[in-house]
C-alpha cells in the first residue's frame, strides 16, 4: 500500500506519453508544422518527433529508477499535456478546422485531464519523499 502513489504515478507517465504520442499521430495528419508555420514541413516534424519519444523514453527510465531528473521529466510530461490541450483549444476556439473531430476533442480532454492527475501525483511523490532528489 506504502508505494501506491508510485505505481500510479508509473501508470500515469505511461497513459499520458502514449496519449501525447497519439496525439502526435493525428498531428501529422493535420499536418501540425503548417498551422504552427514550422519551416522544413515532415521532416523536421519527424525528427522533432523522434527526438521528442527519446526524451520522455529516457525521462521514464530516469522515474522508474526514482530519480530527481525523472521527477522533472515527469512534470515536463504533464506541463506539455496542459500547453497542448491550451495551444489546440485556442486554435479550435479561433475557428481552426484542425483538431476538431471527436476522437481528437476526446484525446486533448483526456490528455489534459491526466496530466493534471499525473502532476499531483508527482508532487506527491515529492512530499512522500518516494524519489531521491539527493
Not at 501540425?32 to 522533432?48: A, H, K, Q, R, T
Request: aromatic share 18%.
Amino acid at each position: 500500500m506504502k508505494n501506491l502513489y508510485l505505481q500510479k504515478s508509473i501508470i500515469l507517465y505511461q497513459l499520458n506519453f502514449t496519449l501525447l504520442i497519439i496525439h502526435e499521430i493525428e498531428s501529422a495528419f493535420w499536418k501540425e508544422w503548417e498551422l504552427f508555420g514550422i519551416y522544413g514541413g515532415l521532416e523536421v516534424f519527424l525528427l522533432f518527433n523522434f527526438l521528442l519519444v527519446l526524451f520522455f523514453i529516457y525521462g521514464f527510465v530516469k522515474f522508474l529508477q526514482r530519480r530527481k531528473a525523472g521527477i522533472i521529466f515527469s512534470l515536463m510530461l504533464s506541463l506539455s499535456g496542459i500547453i497542448a490541450f491550451a495551444i489546440h483549444g485556442i486554435f479550435i476556439l479561433a475557428g481552426n478546422k484542425e483538431f476538431t473531430l471527436p476522437i481528437s476533442i476526446v484525446i486533448l480532454i483526456s490528455t489534459f485531464f491526466i496530466s493534471i492527475i499525473q502532476a499531483f501525483y508527482t508532487i506527491t511523490l515529492i512530499n512522500r519523499n518516494k524519489i531521491d532528489l539527493g
